[in-house]
Structure formats: C-alpha cells, structure tokens
C-alpha cells in the first residue's frame, strides 16, 4: 500500500513537474512573441520616423538655389527673397525648444500627425501660393512641422533603442540631416532647370501626403506622457531669445544687412536678453520639473561637449551650404544646376558612411571617430582659403566630397553619445536642445561666412578690384574664419566618451517603455 501511494506521489509530482515545465515554456514563448511583436512595432515606428523627418527636413535647404528665379518670378528684392529661408529658420528656432514639453504632454502618435498634417499643409499652400506673401505664410507652416519632427525622432530612437545598437540607429538618423540639406540644392537645380519653381512643392506634396496617411494608420504610442503644465512666460521668453538671435543673425548676412546693420544688431540685443531671462526661468522651473526646456542636460560633460562639437559642425555644414554655390556660380561661373550636381557627391558620401560610422560607434566608442572628424574638417577648411577665382572646379568637388566625410566621421558619435549622457527622464529636452543649437549654429554659421564675405568683398571693391576677384577674396576671408572656428572641436573631441550602461536607454526606460 505504502509503495503505491509512493508511486502515486511520484506520478503526482512528475505530472505537477512537467505542468510546470510546460507553464514555463508556454510563458517564455509568449514572453518572446511579445518581445518579437514589440521589436517589429518599433522598428515600423522609427522607419516612418526617419522617412517623414528626410522629407521635411529636405526643404529647409530646397530654397537656396532657387531664389534668384523667385526673385524674377515674384519680382521681389534680394533681401525680400532671403526671407524664404530666414523665416523657415526664424519659425524653427522658436517652435523647436517647445518641442521638449509637447513629447513629455502627447503621445508618439498624435505629435506625428500633428507635425505631418502641418507640414503637408504648408507644402500645398506654397504648391498654389499666387504671390510673396502666400509662399512666404506657406514657408512658416512647414516650418511648424518639422520643426516638431526632429526631436520626436531623437526621442524616440533613444527611449526604444537599447544601448548596445544606439550607434548603427543614429547612423541613419545622421543621413537624415546631413543628405537631405546637402542634397536639396541639388533636387532644386535640376526641377528649376526643366519645371516652374513651384514644382519643387508639387512633388514633394504626394510624398508628404503619404508619409502622413501611412502613418497616422500604422504609428503606434511608444511612450508614456505626464501631465506637465506649461509656463507661458516662457514660451514668450523662448520665442524672444531664440528667435530674436535667429532673426537678428540672418539680417547680418543678408544682402542688405552687415557689420554696423542695426536691423540685424537690435534684434541680436533682443535676442541676447530674452535667451537670458529664459535661461533663469528654467533654472527655477526645473527644480520643481517645470521647465519648458531644461537644462539639467548640461550637467552631463558629454553632452556640454558634443553640443559644442555639433554647434562648430553645423557652423560648417550649413556655412559651406551657403557659401559654395555663392562661390561655384559667381566666381567660376558653373550654372545652378551643376551647381547642385556638384554638391551632390558630398551628400552621398555622407549618406552611405552614416551606417559605417554607426557601426564604428557601436564597437569602439565615439573618441576616436570625433578626433578624426574634426582634423579632416578643420584641414579641409584651410585647404579652402586658398580657392581663388583660378581655382579648377574639380579642386571644389574634392574639397567638398573630403569635407563630408569629416562631417560623417563627427554626426553619428555626437548624437549618440550626447544624449546617451543624459538621463532618460531627459531625453525630451535633450532632443529640443540638439535641434535648437543646430537652428542656431545655422544661422550664426550662413550669418558669419556671408557677413565676412560681403565686407571683405565691398572693402575689396573700393579699392578698384573686379567684382570676381572681390568675391573671390571675400569667400577665402569667409572659409579662413571657418577654418580658426573648425580648431575648437579639436580639442572637445577628446573629452566625449560613451555613456556608461548605466546611463543607457536600457537601464533607464520610462515607466511603460520596455527595455528591450
């Protein structure tokens, strides 16, 4: 009796046993369908991210080649012109540093339908506008949208991403904003070439239009938002600081602005005191979690570093921009259109390294890559003071091609290991401040290089010299400034290291984020 009940006992715990064992097995299967189910769910998310992001950000510098045809078409100044790009870069610089409180207030989802249904918008509106005035509003609309895009791809890339493959993912963001500005002056040569200028809005409308439909279908909530209150002192402080520095410094370079311009001056003084009283506010909101953009960011060495890095390469990307086709049209007499196909090259080099790039980051860390970046940029920048208008446009192609590479060398590791500095909570504001200092960066970088340009070429004028020659001397003066500015990230680049794991997207997801 003893032994069957024994037995009994036995077969009883084999069958409670293998139960369990089959319980556990069925656990981690749905464990590891659900962790399946959530990689495929973010990786649908961040694609449509990265697309939406390069289709809105490839305007921000489709309007450069094509202002002198505006100017004839609309029959309007230069100055007037310029205000196409200044107020795209103006509504940026204001909209973006809100941006931080929008992705902490609002889910992924309807941030993203927000953003492309106002840049969508803005696209259709300049596609149809009749005059200055309509494109211009038109300008300020699509502004608006990808304005917010930026940042919630950053954010979202750093609060889904594990640490361990942060790098390859911001590689492709790299190609988002370096290939999209370098290559819109390419795009808006060859449509001004055969099409009327409004067609660089026709056909980027069906693309906009799709990213925003497929999207708002298949966008999922990858983020928990809080319910923070917003300080409206500060938007006005944010709106006075950042756009008053933006407005001020795009007077400066603009043709009819300069040195002792007041129109630019004033604004810059605005601009100065706003960004100061808006600095204050946040240090005191922050200390009860209120603040519109904080600033505890900073308190990460590696991110106060790569903000400096990323300002100086900004500075290059958008100054060279700028500055190139002004040198490549004027000086040696190329048309718009081998103009951009000769920007091309550099776009695409930058876009096929960002991946490498990223998977360098991954196995290495970012210190070697950002040393070798910065050399490659600051010596190509030196090369550049010695163009002249008897240089071959061959010597412009390499300088530009080798340059992009300096810059797809530096792009991927400062945004990785910048905001992987900083604490997740933060990534947000992290997010809002990368995208206003590249705002900044900008316009100080196309405000300095034309600034100096046109003094040292009117200066160059009065003393009996060709205006080629003027220009000519005014574009070295432009590129020697460049190249003194370029040192500075030389030094900085040895004080960026990888974020601890402990500081990674892994170890600090939100609440209601998976690490994964």
Known sequence: MSETATASTDTNTGTLAGASAHNTASTDAAATAAEAALGVRNRL?????????????????????????????????????????????????????ITGFLLQRYNTRPVFIAAMTLFSTGTLIAAVAPGFTVLLVARVVQATGTAIMFPLLLTTVMTLVPAAHLGRMMGNISIVISVAPAIGPTISGAILSVLDWRWMFILVLPIALTALVVGGILMKNVTTPTKTPIDVLSVILSALGFGGLVYGLSNLGAASGGIGSVSGWLPLAVGVLGLTAFILRQLALQKSNRALLDLRTFRSRTFTFAIVMMAISMMALFGTIILLPIYMQTVLGLDALTTGLMLLPGGLVMGLLAPVVGRLYDRSGPTGLLIVGSVIVSA???????????????????????????????????????????????YSHGSAMVGTIQQLAGAFGTALFVTVMSSVAA?????????????????????????????FAIPAAFFIRRAPASEGADAGAPAGVPAH
């Open 45 to 97: 998310v961040i694609t449509l991210l990265l697309i939406s992001t390069f289709v809105v950000i490839l305007n921000e510098t489709i309007m450069g080649v094509a202002l002198p045809r505006l100017m004839e078409d609309l029959n309007i100044s230069a100055s007037a012109a310029q205000w196409l790009t200044s107020a795209f870069m103006l509504t940026m610089a204001v909209v973006i540093p």
């Open 459 to 487: 200066s160059q004028l009065s003393t009996g010299a060709t205006g080629v020659s003027a220009t000519s001397a005014g574009i070295q003066a432009a590129f020697f400034c460049g190249a003194v500015i370029s040192l």
């Open 380 to 426: 190509v920048f030196w090369s550049m003071t010695l163009l002249n208008q008897h240089s071959a446009p061959w010597l412009v192609l390499a300088a530009h091609v080798t340059l992009s590479l300096g810059l797809a060398l530096l792009f991927t590791p400062l945004f990785t290991a910048g905001l992987a500095a900083v604490r997740p909570e933060l």
